[in-house]
Structures are given as C-alpha cells and as structure tokens.
C-alpha cells in the first residue's frame, strides 16, 4: 500500500558531496516523521537523521555539521544532502517513514525502502 523509493547513492571520493533523495507513494492519509538510516557492513543499522513534519531535525554525531536533511510536505519527499563525506560513510541508506495509512486514521505503521549504497572512496 505505501512505497518508500530512495534514489542518489553513488561512489564519491572523500570530501565530496552527495545528495539522497526519497519518494513515498501509495494509500497514504499522512506522514509523520521521516528519516535516514545506514547500515555498514558488519555494523547495526543506526540512524543518520530524522525530521518531523514541522522541520525540527536531529542528527546522528558523527553527521552533524555535514549532512542536512530536508523534506517537501506537498510531495511526500526527504532528502538528506551529504557534503564532506568519509570513507567511514560507506553504508547502504535507507529512507524511512511513519505513515498514517489512507483510510485508516490514527493507524501509524513505519515503512522502509529498499536502500541505496553510497561508497566513498580515499
């Protein structure tokens, strides 16, 4: 019913920049928070960053500083533009986010895409 579709990853050389984007579609009545995760090899998934609908955002430490996220309202988008980046960034990322389902207020389900590797070479 609802779709999470990340696009943006690629190899980049260490310092450069990157910028993720994610699109959510389907029978969705609202969207709370968004996000973006990553996950290294051999390594948990954690968090990079999350916003709310209003635009507050918190970041993982490591990103802070480097990485900004942002989302449109209107389009069901989140992106999270990457600069400075460290070989220690390398990481599939995941976009995510709490979905209140068409149809079914007050119903608040966490969705996921699929993933996009970013690879960031010294």
């Known amino acids: 019913q609802v779709r999470l579709v990340e696009s943006g990853g690629g190899l980049v050389q260490a310092g450069g920049s990157l910028r993720l984007s994610c699109v959510a579609s389907?029978?969705?009545?609202?969207?709370?928070?968004m996000g973006w995760y990553r996950q290294a090899p051999g390594k948990e998934r954690e968090m990079v960053a999350r916003?709310?609908?209003?635009?507050?955002?918190n970041y993982q430490d490591s990103v802070r500083g480097r990485f900004t996220i942002s989302r449109d309202n209107v389009k069901n988008t989140v992106a999270l533009q990457m600069n400075l980046l460290k070989p220690e960034d390398t990481a599939v990322y995941y976009c995510?986010?709490?979905?209140?389902?068409?149809?079914?207020?007050?119903?608040?389900?966490?969705?996921w895409g699929q993933g996009t590797q970013v690879t960031v070479s010294s």
């Open positions: 995510t986010a709490d979905v209140e389902i068409g149809g079914r207020p007050n119903e608040v389900y966490d969705f």
């Open positions: 916003i709310s609908p209003g635009g507050s955002t």
């Open positions: 389907g029978s969705i009545f609202s969207i709370g928070a």
